[in-house]
């Protein structure tokens, strides 16, 4: 697990601005929150107060979400499906909701697929939702900058910047289609959503 100085170049809170700050409704959650920027999951920060994005928990931070408020998981991992089951069961256990949506970074996903995250997170039945991938840094990135765009308002330029690239995304082979893959999304989420208006 990486230290806290290594983590501490990607943002407290995704913002526009540097200078908002993060909004807690307890100092409880305040307290969880920096303990898990000191010691949780990699890239772990706020997006909105009911958005928080990062890299595989471990059971101990899935508790320290917990006393943040956080009431749902959004699990975007393919991969090892053993460790999706596990998380699956403590996230239960624990009393909050667990969705999974498994895809790989590489490989994009379909606007219905999007939407479907899309939609996990802004529920406000979900409550306060935790969105995460292995590192928090591609497929992560991906949703949140989409998320940024198609219910925040934000340009695909600025969101892919500040949710993708601040947060260790790089073009590298394996990755290099991520931003086309983003743009197409933005596109396709863009003429849905005005289709549902």
Known sequence: MSSFTER????????????????????AARAAFQSLRKSGPDRFSQVTPTLYRGGQPTE???????LLGV???????????????AEANEVTRLGMRFFSFPY?????GSGSFFTRILDAMRNPEHGVVYVHCRHGRDR???????H??????????LAWKRAAIEYGHKPTFWYSEMRGNFDKMVRRL??????RV
């Open 140 to 146: 992560t990135s991906l949703a949140i900058a989409l």
């Open 60 to 66: 101990a931070d899935l508790v320290r979400l917990g």
């Open 8 to 27: 501490a170049p990607y943002p407290e809170r995704l913002a526009v601005t540097p200078d908002v700050a993060c909004e807690f409704p307890t100092e």
């Open 71 to 85: 009431n749902t998981v959004l699990n975007l991992r393919r991969e090892e499906r053993r460790v999706r089951r």
């Open 148 to 157: 940024l765009v198609v219910d925040q308002g934000w340009s695909p330029d």
């Open 190 to 195: 863009r003429v849905a959503r005005a289709g």
């Open 104 to 108: 790989y970074g590489v490989f994009g």
